[in-house]
């Protein structure tokens, strides 16, 4: 009997014990920077404020710190100072863009929700109209009097710099507003509010600053109230980080190519982004119109898989593409698939014809300069291509290298001049050739790219690791993975990407080690899975 009174005391020890362990790493965990791989995503309050039609919108749901805590937390220990250093070098060119001094005005208080929204004016500036131009920024803070401590001397140093201030109330809040320079720049209308002790709004004016406390009332006007915001976040799941764009956003911040016609631009992108070890991962919802469906995958699955078993050389870009000649009908993704054929500097029309005449699937690989492309045996037909081609003046022949047959194309040319004035003989150079085996077609710009596939000579080698397994997309219309170099090339030239690197105040591509990108159809848009890794620089 003595020995229950033991147990009892033995068993509540252990349960103590064992709770202060659980809340001890609970509280670890939710100050450890390595949280921001799984936060989960949630209507941001500083949605409130913004318009639901804002073109161009921007959450973070971490403070100042945190993405520098994981990028040293993340990286190789003789890189951890560099790692913070770029991550810090962004944040602090993005606030100056802001005209604020993440140092001296920032690092103290500020805290989780970060937002940023960009607005336009309407067109032509028509009588009625409530739409204005100009931008939002929400800050969150620690605690009350950091917002407050910080508003006060935001106005003090700009009013001792000549700034009139006009001080008064609107919805039962206090707005300071005057005409006064950001970060030393030349003077511009400001307008600022302190919301709840804890919400900092700074907006370009104080017809801004109104607009966001208006729609801040009316869940139907502001963007956390929106059905299809509150559902794409709870699609989406997780992310530090939340963009939303809309149609004319998509060009003029994103940087994508859209068409012309009204009915064939697409809606709006809901994208989140959240850290993942070393890589970067992005997530999204692009709506697309009506008429526009992206091919799901079906039964020609394994063959996909079996053109990409076929590959024994890596590849610096790896596509495959279930049914180009749908997702070439669709003008987004027309550029897209520009560079998987080769880009506008391939020789001769074969790949292009091919991309676009093929029912899928399709391996695109790509090393150097030269194009690969694997299909179906009978997807494009031989016949169709080879009329084609020959239309455009390319001669068909047979060849048979090392045991295989092929069909190749060349184009008479006259040859260079001589010092005489008289021309060389005609020339045929080689333009494309054709390798049927079993249920597959290859096609290719270069007889030495048959040393790519299995065949007689592949016997015995090592099969190279597949870029196209890690991106985990089961379904996906499009897939592409790109190495190092092909990956930073492909950044430097899109704009976005150009914005981020002026920020920093210097190149963020040196540590860029690989791209890969998914495309998912389903009714109504698609889905966008893309992750970027970094290595050493």
Same mark, same amino acid.
């Not at 290859?442 to 190279?464: C, H, Y």
């Not at 993975?481 to 976005?496: E, I, K, V, Y």
């Given at each position: ?10 068993? *509540? ?12 790493? !609970?509280?670890? !965990? %939710? ?39 994981? *990028? ?9 100072? %560099? &790692? ?26 500020? &805290? ?53 201030? %006009? ?40 017809? /801004? ?60 992108? =809901? ?25 799901? /995958? ?22 495959? /593409? ?127 790219? =048959? ?25 996906? *219309?499009?897939?592409? &993975? ?56």
């Amino acid at each position: 009997m003595k020995a229950r009174p033991f147990l009892a005391v033995l068993l *509540a020890l252990v349960l103590v014990v064992f709770g202060l362990g659980l809340g001890g790493w !609970w509280l670890v !965990w %939710q100050r450890s920077a390595l949280r921001l791989q799984r936060l989960p995503l949630e209507v941001p309050r500083a949605a409130r404020f913004v318009p639901r039609d804002a073109p161009f919108s921007l959450h973070l749901f971490t403070d100042g710190e945190q993405p520098l805590d994981y *990028a040293r937390a993340v990286a190789p220990p003789r890189q951890r100072r %560099q &790692a913070a250093e770029a991550v810090g070098r962004l944040r602090d060119g993005a606030f100056a863009a802001a005209g604020l001094d993440y140092g001296t005005e920032l690092s103290s208080w500020l &805290a989780a929700p970060v937002g940023l929204a960009l607005f336009e004016a309407d067109a032509g500036g028509a009588a009625g109209s409530t739409r204005r131009g100009g931008w939002l920024l929400v800050l969150g803070s620690r605690d009350d009097g950091g917002a407050r401590r910080f508003l006060q001397r935001f106005w003090q140093t700009r009013s001792l710099a000549g700034t009139d201030l %006009q001080i008064s109330t609107y919805r039962g809040l206090g707005l300071i507003s005057g005409r006064g320079a950001l970060l030393g720049r030349t003077p511009m209308p400001l307008a600022t509010a302190l919301v709840d002790d804890d919400l900092v709004l700074i907006a370009s004016g104080r017809g /801004v600053l109104e607009q966001a406390l208006d729609v801040s009332q009316i869940d139907e006007l502001n963007q956390a109230g929106q059905p299809g915001f509150q559902e794409g976040l709870r699609r989406l799941g997780t992310g530090a980080a939340l963009v939303q764009a809309a149609p004319d956003a998509l060009e003029r911040w994103l940087g994508l190519p859209l068409p012309a016609a009204a009915d064939q631009r697409p809606g709006g992108l =809901l994208l989140a982004l959240r850290p993942d070890g070393r890589s970067l991962r992005l997530s999204g919802l692009l709506e697309l119109p009506p008429q526009t469906a992206l091919p799901q /995958v079906g039964a020609d699955g394994d063959l996909g898989r079996a053109l990409r078993a076929a590959l024994r050389r890596p590849s610096a870009s790896l596509a495959l /593409v279930q049914d180009p000649a749908a997702i070439a009908a669709i003008p987004l993704l027309q550029p897209l698939l520009t560079r998987l054929a080769g880009g506008a500097g391939a020789a001769g029309s074969l790949p292009a014809l091919v991309v676009g005449t093929d029912g899928g699937p399709l391996l695109a690989a790509a090393s150097g300069e030269r194009w690969l492309l694997g299909t179906a045996a009978d997807r494009p037909e031989a016949a169709a291509v080879e009329a084609s081609l020959a239309a455009d003046g390319l001669i068909a022949a047979p060849l048979e290298v090392e045991g295989r047959p092929l069909q190749v194309w060349t184009r008479l040319q006259a040859g260079p001049t001589r010092r005489d004035g008289r021309a060389e003989q005609l020339q045929a150079p080689l333009l494309g050739w054709r390798w049927q085996r079993g249920d597959q077609a290859w096609w290719g710009e270069s007889l030495g790219q =048959l040393e790519s596939l299995e065949g007689p000579t592949a016997k015995g080698a090592a099969r190279p690791q597949d870029p196209l397994e890690n991106l985990a997309a089961p379904g996906a *219309a499009l897939q592409w &993975a790109l190495d190092g170099p092909r990956a930073r090339d492909l950044l430097t030239s899109w704009q976005p990407w150009q914005r981020l690197t002026a920020l920093a105040g210097g190149s963020l591509s040196d540590p860029v080690a690989g791209l890969a990108l998914a495309l998912t159809g389903e009714p109504g848009g698609l889905t966008v899975d893309a992750r970027l890794d970094f290595g050493d620089p």
